[in-house]
């Protein structure tokens, strides 16, 4: 089984969550997306609950959605590393 980053972005997310500090996850993903130089406005950002992988110390993980808001499909390798959390 693979090693868990405890730093990945969706792990960092569902612990923020599970904080009470959800308002800003929303910016934390921004700025993701910024580092990847991806404009932030161009997209919608969702939040879905989901089983967290066992070893994560999490019950609960919070898997992000990037919908382009132009309609058009989100990157498949953009979309893949906004949630991985190996």
Request: glycine share 4%.
């Amino acid at each position: 089984m693979p090693r868990l980053n405890i730093h990945s972005l969706s792990m960092q997310i569902s612990r923020m969550f599970e904080q009470g500090q959800s308002f800003f996850c929303a910016i934390k993903v921004q700025d993701w997306l910024r580092e990847r130089n991806e404009n932030p406005d161009d997209y919608e950002i969702l939040f879905h609950e989901k089983p967290a992988p066992p070893g994560s110390g999490l019950i609960i993980m919070r898997e992000i959605e990037l919908r382009r808001k132009d309609g058009k499909p989100t990157e498949a390798w953009l979309q893949e590393d906004v949630n991985s959390y190996t």
